[in-house]
C-alpha cells in the first residue's frame, strides 16, 4: 500500500465485477482513494486487522457468515470504523437493523455511481448517509403503529432465518448457512413461529413472499 495515499476503503463483496465496478467509480470519483478488496466475511475481518483502512463498504449478504454478524464484529473490533453497508436487498428489510447495529450508511446496489460517491463522501466527513427512502423506512419504523407488520419486531438472526425459510431452505441448510447448529435453528423456528402467531414453516414461508421479503 503506498504511503502517500490519502483515502483507504475495503471493498466487501464476493462479485469480482461488483468489486471491480465499486473501485472504478470510487478511484475515479474521489481523489487519492484506494481501494482494497476482499470477498468473504473472514477476508473482512483479516483485512481490517492487518491495515488501517478509512472506510468499509460491506455487502450484507457474504459467504461465510451473516454481513450483520461481520459488521458486529467490526463495530466490536474497530468501533471508530465506518461502515458503508451496500445491499441489493431494499431499505425497508435491513436499513434499520445496519444502523442500528452501528452501520453509517445503506445504499442499494442499483444506486447511480454518482450517489455511491456522495455516500462514501458524507461517510468519511463523519455523517451518516441516509438516501430519501431509507428516510422515509426510518420515519415508519420509529414512528409507533400497532398495525406494522409482525416481522419487523424480530432480532436480526430470527429475520434472517425467517428469510432463509422463505426460500426454501431445510433446517441444514440454514444451520450451515448461519453457522449454527440444527438445533438452534430449530430453537429459533419454533420462537419464529410464536411471535408470528403462526403454526407451521409453510405458513411463513407464505409471509416471506406475500410480503417480498425473499428478493
Known amino acids: 500500500m503506498r504511503a502517500d495515499v490519502a483515502i483507504r476503503i475495503l471493498i466487501a463483496d464476493d462479485h469480482p465485477l461488483i468489486r471491480k465496478g465499486l473501485k472504478d467509480i470510487l478511484v475515479s ?16 475481518l483479516d483485512q481490517v486487522e492487518r491495515s488501517i483502512w478509512d472506510l468499509v463498504i460491506l455487502d450484507i449478504s457474504m459467504p461465510g457468515r451473516s454481513g450483520l454478524d461481520v459488521l458486529k464484529d467490526l463495530k ?4 471508530k470504523l465506518p461502515v458503508l453497508i451496500l445491499s441489493a436487498h431494499p431499505e425497508s428489510q435491513y436499513g434499520a437493523r445496519v444502523l442500528m447495529a452501528g452501520a453509517s450508511g445503506y445504499i442499494h446496489k442499483e444506486s447511480a455511481p454518482d450517489d455511491l460517491v456522495r455516500a462514501v463522501g458524507q461517510v468519511l466527513a463523519g455523517h ?8 422515509e423506512s426510518l420515519a415508519a419504523h420509529l414512528r409507533p403503529d ?8 424480530l432480532s436480526d438472526r430470527e429475520f434472517e432465518l425467517l428469510r432463509l425459510i422463505g426460500s426454501g431452505k431445510t433446517t441444514a441448510q440454514a444451520a450451515a448457512d448461519l453457522h449454527l447448529s440444527p438445533a438452534t435453528i430449530s430453537t429459533y423456528r419454533a420462537r419464529l413461529l410464536t411471535k408470528m402467531n403462526m403454526k407451521t414453516t409453510a405458513e411463513l414461508m407464505h409471509y416471506v413472499i406475500s410480503n417480498g421479503l425473499t428478493g
Request: glycine share 12%; aromatic share 6%; charged share 30%.
Open 76 to 79: 466490536r473490533d474497530r468501533p
Open 128 to 135: 451518516r448517509y441516509v438516501s430519501p427512502a431509507m428516510a
Open 29 to 44: 470519483g474521489i481523489r487519492g482513494a484506494f481501494c482494497g478488496e476482499a470477498k468473504s466475511a473472514q477476508e473482512v
Open 146 to 153: 400497532p398495525g406494522r407488520p409482525p416481522h419487523e419486531s
